[in-house]
């Protein structure tokens, strides 16, 4: 097997997961599914291991599927950014695919992303927004904007700002539930919490400038700031989220701030992540260095 087929293997395959199916992988490629079929099994029998589970409904990846599609894809990134750099003799070009929070990708990453298309028109920005973490090694995205402090891995992560956190909740709830007055209050009332911090249900205080933490419960949970700052605004509950994503709301008056006097003033850090060394493309760079330059919250 020489290395173009073994690229060609490679790409079949990576299409297939982001297909979810052989006759997908197939349509876009102009192929049938069985000679999809053939490619991926003398794939699998070259390696030697199962890489797909292939069922009538759907396909599987096996973890060393999984470890297949991670590596096939950065060599198939590494391939398409050396072609680039030749034919184009540096310039940053091709697709960047970019993953952001739906709150700050919606006020913040969407008008940089214009900004930064303005200035790099040989670069497609590709734009995710979920609150879902996605897999930036295993090749899911090229930069990711991620929100608090983060875990040990390969990684490299630049720090593009931070944010504070506020707690909020609708004239109208305010109005049905009483305005509470100390911390405590909100054990009576219907706190509205990220569902990804399940783990570490409180929020913190700060009284006589000593630090605490509530351990509050609600009816509701999300993984979206933009989702629990929405309950708020309908009336649903009380909601601590980032304050960039409620400061309109806060100037029309859609929310309250509650309880500010006990804010601890806690910070969370907003990083850019991406896969780093000197094989990194130009259109990462060219994205994170204009993020360090222009992000503000």
Same mark, same amino acid.
């Given at each position: 097997?020489?290395?173009?087929?073994?690229?060609?293997?490679?790409?079949?395959?990576?299409?297939?997961?982001?297909?979810?199916?052989?006759?997908?992988?197939?349509?876009?490629?102009?192929? @049938?599914?069985?000679?999809?079929?053939?490619?991926?099994?003398?794939?699998?029998?070259?390696?030697?291991?199962?890489? #797909?589970?292939?069922?009538?409904?759907?396909?599987?990846?096996?973890?060393?599927?999984?470890?297949? #599609?991670?590596?096939?894809?950065?060599?198939?990134?590494?391939? *398409?950014?050396?072609?680039?750099?030749? @034919?184009? +003799?540096?310039?940053?070009?091709?697709?960047?695919?970019?993953?952001?929070?739906?709150?700050?990708?919606? &006020?913040?990453?969407?008008?940089?992303?214009?900004?930064?298309?303005?200035?790099?028109?040989?670069?497609?920005?590709?734009?995710?927004?979920?609150?879902?973490?996605?897999?930036?090694?295993?090749?899911?995205?090229?930069?990711?904007?991620?929100?608090?402090?983060? *875990?040990?891995?390969?990684? @490299?992560?630049?720090?593009?700002?931070?944010?504070?956190?506020?707690?909020?909740?609708?004239?109208?709830?305010?109005?049905?539930?009483?305005?509470?007055? +100390?911390?405590?209050? !909100? &054990? +009576?009332?219907?706190? &509205?919490?990220? $569902?990804?911090?399940?783990?570490?249900?409180?929020?913190?205080?700060?009284?006589?400038?000593?630090? /605490?933490?509530?351990?509050? @419960?609600?009816?509701?949970?999300?993984?979206?700031?933009?989702? &629990?700052? +929405?309950?708020?605004?309908?009336?649903?509950?009380? =909601?601590?989220?980032?304050?960039?994503?409620?400061?309109?709301?806060?100037?029309?008056?859609?929310?309250?701030?509650? !309880?500010? =006097? /006990? $804010?601890?003033?806690?910070?969370?850090?907003?990083?850019?992540?991406?896969?780093?060394?000197?094989?990194?493309?130009?259109?990462?760079?060219?994205?994170?260095?204009?993020?360090?330059?222009?992000?503000?919250?």
């Amino acid at each position: 097997m020489d290395i173009a087929g073994r690229s060609g293997e490679m790409t079949i395959f990576a299409l297939v997961a982001q297909e979810g199916s052989l006759s997908g992988a197939a349509r876009a490629l102009g192929l @049938t599914p069985s000679a999809i079929s053939r490619i991926i099994a003398r794939t699998e029998q070259r390696i030697g291991t199962r890489l #797909l589970i292939r069922t009538t409904r759907a396909i599987t990846l096996t973890a060393e599927g999984e470890a297949y #599609l991670r590596g096939a894809r950065r060599i198939l990134a590494d391939m *398409a950014e050396v072609e680039d750099a030749i @034919t184009d +003799q540096g310039v940053p070009r091709g697709r960047l695919r970019v993953s952001a929070s739906v709150a700050h990708g919606r &006020l913040s990453i969407v008008p940089l992303v214009a900004a930064f298309s303005a200035r790099y028109p040989a670069i497609v920005v590709d734009l995710a927004l979920g609150d879902e973490l996605v897999d930036v090694l295993g090749g899911q995205a090229d930069v990711a904007i991620r929100f608090g402090y983060l *875990a040990d891995s390969p990684l @490299t992560a630049r720090r593009i700002g931070d944010t504070g956190e506020v707690i909020v909740a609708s004239p109208d709830y305010l109005a049905r539930h009483g305005v509470p007055l +100390q911390p405590e209050d !909100l &054990l +009576q009332h219907n706190c &509205l919490r990220f $569902n990804f911090r399940r783990a570490a249900p409180d929020w913190p205080f700060r009284r006589d400038g000593e630090y /605490f933490s509530l351990k509050v @419960t609600g009816t509701v949970e999300g993984n979206s700031g933009d989702a &629990l700052a +929405q309950f708020a605004r309908l009336g649903t509950g009380i =909601a601590r989220i980032g304050a960039f994503s409620v400061a309109d709301d806060l100037r029309r008056g859609d929310l309250v701030p509650l !309880l500010e =006097a /006990f $804010n601890p003033g806690d910070r969370e850090p907003i990083h850019a992540v991406f896969v780093g060394g000197a094989a990194m493309p130009a259109r990462v760079r060219a994205f994170v260095d204009f993020l360090l330059e222009h992000h503000r919250v």
